[in-house]
């Protein structure tokens, strides 16, 4: 099975496997302000996240590397979407084009479409550092995103089974490239401890890709015969990891993601601690639906969820909604009493 084919089964199941309908951010509950003092027409919902200025805090994530003419069509639409939006734009895996220029323009097209956007670039936790500046270079990119995925290498027939070296790669990938490092999971979260180390080797950004959305363990044992269904369950619930990521109170950016469906759960990604919320599985399944217009029309009306919960909530901006009282209620409470942090 070439790499192309790899990652159209992959669309094709993420939209088949879809979303689960609980979410560990329904464990979330805003506390009601009925004197926000606050107006829609005054919410500022720029960040900065890594260092870079965003003019707003979604980001569509990641999802289409593998090349060839579908994955260029599918950037070319989620960098169109992107530009009507404001909204930053992470490709997919660039590694089959670093490693042949005929698919370069599969991944051009992004910047060509979104040309004052913020785009990520995007490689796995094998790269080396020249690599990481070529894929920088091809997209003219604003960040390097490096996706962290054992559990989907181990439920591959074909996957990696030796997860060695990654840290040292990591951090030599940082010394080596002029923009931001964001490390990203996709989709089984991160722990307060990950959190840490990265944060020492100079990573600027996390984006704890938790549990609770796109399940990459689901999606592969589509694809094999005897099924490890146990890793389906595997993983850091979103609300926890954030909360866990939070809860160092580090230098280093939070970005929230793993089944953000709408702007109500961005809104509360970001009460947890986070600065942007970054979304895979729900824009695909709009873009899927109805091509570009739908999935901006998606993206337009998250941003219109966040603002009003900002009105309520009383913050006018995304460093105030960060501040704003939340509730932790269920499973992720007992989560996090269990991990010892408030
Ligand atoms: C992904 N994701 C992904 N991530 C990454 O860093 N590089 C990649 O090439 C891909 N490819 C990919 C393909 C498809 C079809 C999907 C749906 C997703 C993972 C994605 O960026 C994200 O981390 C997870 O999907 C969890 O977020 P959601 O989907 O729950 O919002």
């Known amino acids: 099975m070439t790499r192309s084919e790899r990652k159209r089964d992959h669309i094709q199941y993420a939209l088949s496997t879809g979303m689960p309908s609980w979410n560990s951010l329904d464990d979330i ?7 926000p003092e606050t107006s829609v027409s005054e919410i500022d919902v720029s960040v900065i996240n890594g260092g870079l200025a965003l003019s707003s805090p979604f980001i569509i994530n990641a999802m289409t590397g593998g090349g060839g003419t579908e994955t260029e069509h599918i950037n070319r639409s989620l960098a169109r979407a992107a530009a009507e939006t404001g909204a930053a734009m992470a490709v997919g895996s660039q590694m089959g084009a670093v490693k042949d220029e005929r698919e370069w323009y599969t991944f051009e097209t992004v910047r060509a479409n979104h040309p004052n956007g913020r785009v990520f670039a995007n490689l796995g936790s094998e790269l080396t ?67 840490k180390a990265l944060e020492r080797i100079g990573v600027s950004v996390v984006d704890i890709g938790g549990h609770g959305g796109t399940n990459f ?55 947890l601690g986070a600065d942007a919320a970054a979304l895979a599985g729900s824009v695909l399944a709009a873009l899927k639906n109805g091509g570009r217009e739908e999935a901006a029309s998606f993206l337009h009306q998250c941003m219109d969820e966040l603002k009003m919960v900002m009105t309520a909530s009383g913050a006018s901006t995304i460093s105030e909604l960060k501040t704003v009282p939340v509730v932790i209620e269920g499973k992720t409470k007992e989560w996090l009493n269990e991990r010892g942090i408030d």
Do not use: Y
């Open 29 to 35: 509950r805003f506390v009601h302000n009925s004197l």
């Open 129 to 195: 550092p020249d690599q990481a500046v070529k894929a920088v270079e091809m997209l003219k990119a604003d960040a390097l995103q490096i996706h962290l995925n054992v559990i989907q290498e181990l439920v591959m027939p074909e996957g990696d089974r030796d997860f060695r070296g990654a840290i040292d790669r990591i951090k030599k990938t940082v010394q080596a490239v002029d923009v931001p490092v964001i490390v990203k999971e996709t989709g089984f979260g991160m722990s307060a401890e990950n959190v």
């Open 217 to 271: 363990s689901r999606i592969e044992n589509q694809r094999r015969e005897r099924h490890l269904s146990f890793f389906d369950e595997w993983g850091i619930p979103t609300a926890a990891s954030i909360a866990e990521a939070a809860s160092l109170k580090s230098t280093l950016s939070l970005t929230a993601s793993g089944g953000i469906r709408n702007g109500v759960e961005a809104a509360k990604a970001i009460a």
